[in-house]
C-alpha cells in the first residue's frame, strides 16, 4: 500500500477504529504489552493508532509512539491527557521506513497490525531492527496469509480491497523474517480464531 492510500483509509478508521478493530485485536494487544512490562527501559510502539494500548503499558517504563496518520495520533493524544499517561514520553508523526531514532536506542520495539499495512514492510522491519537495542526484543502481532484452506481462498479473494480495507489480507509471514540481526524467540496463534499471530524476536 502506498502512503497515501493508508493515510485515507485511517482518517475513514479513526472515529470507529476503537469500537470496531480495535475489539477484534484487544488480545493481541494484551499479550504484547504483558511482554513489553515484564521488561525495562525505553519502548517504541510503530503504529501506535488511537493509543489502545497506551494504559496497559506499566509506569516504569518509557513509551514512545508513532503513527503516520494525524487523524489516528490526535486521538492518541487526546487519551494520554485525559489518562495522565506519564509513562508516555513522546507521541510523533513519522514514517515507519525512515525512522527518526539512533541505533539502538529503544530496550524494546512494538509492531502491532501494523506490517500488513504499511508500504515496503522489509524497510520498516529493518528499521524496527536498527533502533532495538543488541539483546533487546521486537515484538509483532499481526495477521498473516494462510497457505491453504478455506481462509486462503477467502484472503486471496478480499486482496483486491487492500486500499480500501486498510491491511493486505493476504500478506506473507516471510516479509517480516528477513532481518538477519533478529531472531524468533516464541510464536503463537491468538484469538478470535487464530486470525492472528503474536511473534517475540531478540536482536543479536
Given at each position: 500500500?502506498?502512503?497515501?492510500?493508508?493515510?485515507?483509509?485511517?482518517?475513514?478508521?479513526?472515529?470507529?477504529?476503537?469500537?470496531?478493530?480495535?475489539?477484534?485485536?484487544?488480545m493481541g494487544r494484551r499479550r504484547a504489552v504483558e511482554a513489553v512490562n515484564a521488561g525495562q527501559g525505553r519502548v517504541l510502539e510503530v503504529g501506535i493508532g488511537t493509543g489502545l494500548s497506551l494504559s496497559r503499558y506499566a509506569p516504569h517504563l518509557e513509551v514512545t509512539g508513532i503513527d503516520y496518520s494525524d487523524d489516528?495520533?490526535?486521538r492518541a493524544r487526546r487519551r494520554v491527557q485525559a489518562e495522565g499517561l506519564a509513562h508516555v514520553r513522546e507521541l510523533r508523526q513519522?514514517?515507519?521506513?525512515v525512522l527518526d531514532f539512533p541505533d539502538g536506542h529503544f530496550d524494546t520495539v512494538v509492531a502491532m497490525y501494523l506490517v500488513s499495512v504499511v508500504p515496503e514492510p522489509e524497510r520498516v522491519m529493518a528499521e524496527i531492527a536498527r533502533v532495538c537495542k543488541p539483546g533487546g526484543q521486537v515484538i509483532i502481532v499481526n495477521h498473516f496469509a494462510r497457505e491453504k484452506g478455506p481462509m486462503a481462498?477467502?484472503?486471496?479473494?478480499?486482496?483486491?480491497?487492500?486500499?480500501?480495507?486498510g491491511w493486505h489480507p493476504d500478506f506473507p509471514r516471510r516479509r517480516v523474517m528477513g532481518e538477519a540481526s533478529l531472531s524468533v524467540t516464541e510464536e503463537r496463534r491468538l484469538a478470535p480464531l487464530g486470525l492472528f499471530t503474536y511473534l517475540r524476536l531478540e536482536k543479536s
Open positions: 500500500m502506498e502512503l497515501d492510500a493508508v493515510e485515507s483509509s485511517y482518517r475513514r478508521w479513526a472515529p470507529i477504529y476503537d469500537s470496531t478493530f480495535g475489539r477484534i485485536t484487544q489516528m495520533l490526535a513519522m514514517d515507519a521506513r481462498w477467502i484472503e486471496r479473494a478480499f486482496s483486491p480491497l487492500a486500499d480500501r480495507l
